[in-house]
């Protein structure tokens, strides 16, 4: 007879540090048909992915790319000043006035430049939700109700496991456009005395300056989107920060790059509707194949690349032939907006083909914005959308509590830094012609589902 076994661990946690160490980012992936009911889904996804740092604009070298260039390059040379590094305090996205003229009007995209894997961050995602990513020391003396993150778990003890232990960071979120949020309320009091006590602690232990009576000072990325006025033709970009409580404010502008790649294996077309579903992933998946590799540009995309097989193996997709392609990368704080704006240009030119690939901050501590912003939060009514929630739940189903500890619950959105860091999304353009369908896709490189 076996000895009985002394150790204590149920099976749903071996399961856990199993899925917990074999978990790798996801890619979901959505087709559509070329249509405007098309279009106007995917300007509406855009802005789930916040905090973008890069795009890269990849389409066949053709008489027509001169025309999509300049419109591309007048999108962002027109915009004027906007994105800015500043020195801001805390408490300054609780003030009232600020939040009327900055964060209910337009949105507001805020960022510290701080590390996420060793130090407290903190952004703002442009529909009025202040998130901080804390360390387990700083979340023990601030004072507010948050969660622990899903993906920063340390050492547990046993060999070998180094991601089933004690959590490391925790999230706190505080809905600043909440109804219930604002002066005079309970949470909201108990939120800005805890923030400024915080920025007290930050300046007396000399991690953060003490400028102008302000008692401690991020360093924070800012970029404001204004509301679209009915005269305008359309919306704007960005428009600066003016306020008198930003210190040491510093512009940043958005930095261009064009080039273009010839003696390459360029697809002909992007044919992505096919017959049957393995068709259609495997195509999808060959093209995106060669647009990571272009990216790069990697050896082995070139027409005279002769690499030996035990060393690599890559086939281009069917219909490339020898060409050149054009690789616009622009490089920024980048609004939503923008990226909407680059996606109406090239919807409107005569390319075969084009593809957007945005790449997300690697500290941002969201990487999608969820989908029910506010829901199951300590402080506030969970009504951060002005429009309400209409996903057929009652409130008294949405505050249910789930005893599974891997229960994704909703409103829930994190950035997994310590599993891939990557995030972000690329879009697929197939315009229609005489011998296929249009299509689009849009791949999304997630962590949760939760912004689904």
């Known amino acids: ?65 001169h025309d999509v260039v300049r419109a591309l390059r007048h999108a962002v040379n027109d915009a004027g000043p906007g994105p800015c590094i500043a020195q801001v305090s805390l408490s300054l996205f609780l003030e009232p006035r600020f939040v009327a003229q900055y964060i209910r009007t337009g949105s507001l995209y805020a960022l510290s430049t701080t590390r996420l894997d060793t130090q407290d961050t903190v952004c703002l995602d442009g529909r009025g939700m202040l998130v901080l990513s804390l360390l387990k020391d700083t979340y023990q003396q601030l004072g ?42 309970r949470g909201y009091e108990r939120a800005l005395r805890c923030l400024r006590e915080w920025d007290q602690r930050r300046s007396a232990a000399g991690t953060a300056p003490h400028m102008h009576g302000t008692p401690a000072t991020w360093s924070m990325l800012l970029v404001w989107t204004p509301p679209a006025s009915p005269d305008a033709q359309s919306p704007r970009v960005w428009a600066p920060v003016d306020y008198d409580a930003l210190r040491s404010v510093r512009p940043l502008s958005p930095d261009l790059c064009l080039d273009i790649h010839s003696d390459v294996w360029v697809p002909a077309s992007v044919d992505i509707c096919r017959d049957t579903m ?40 069917a ?22 704006r680059v996606l109406e240009c090239l919807w409107a030119s005569s390319l075969p083909w084009a ?30 959308l002005p429009e309400g929630l209409h996903d057929g739940f009652t409130a008294a189903q949405r505050a249910r509590k789930v005893r599974r500890k891997s229960h994704t619950r909703r409103g829930e959105s994190e950035h997994g830094f310590f599993q891939t860091g990557e995030n972000g999304w690329t879009i697929l353009l197939s315009p229609p012609s005489r011998k296929r369908e249009g299509a689009v896709a849009l791949i999304e490189s997630v962590e949760l589902d939760t912004h689904m």
């Open 355 to 384: 593809s957007l690939t945005v790449s997300g901050f690697a500290d941002a501590p969201i990487a999608w914005a969820s989908k029910y912003p506010g829901v199951g939060l300590a402080l506030g009514s969970a009504t951060a």
């Open 278 to 317: 393995q068709d259609m992933w495997s195509s999808l998946y060959a093209h995106l194949e060669w647009i990571g590799l272009a990216m790069w540009p990697s050896p082995r995309v070139r027409t005279y690349d002769r690499c030996d097989h035990r060393i690599a193996m890559y086939e281009p997709p």
């Open 144 to 185: 507010l109700v948050g969660r622990p993150c899903r993906f920063a778990h340390g050492a547990s003890g046993r060999m070998g496991d180094r991601h089933s232990g004690p959590v490391s960071r925790y999230m706190v979120e505080l809905p600043l456009c909440d109804p219930s949020f604002v002066p005079g309320k």
């Open 319 to 340: 219909s490339s032939s020898p060409s050149s392609f054009v690789q616009m990368t622009i490089r920024g704080f980048l609004t939503p907006m923008l990226l909407v």
């Open 1 to 65: 007879m076996v000895a009985h076994s002394t150790h204590k661990r149920k099976r749903s946690a071996i399961r856990a540090d199993h899925a917990r160490s074999h978990r790798l980012g996801r890619l979901h992936a959505s087709l559509y048909t070329w249509s405007d009911e098309s279009r106007e889904e995917l300007k509406e996804a855009i802005p789930r992915h916040p905090f973008n740092f890069a795009l890269q604009v990849i389409a066949p070298h053709t008489t027509e790319d």
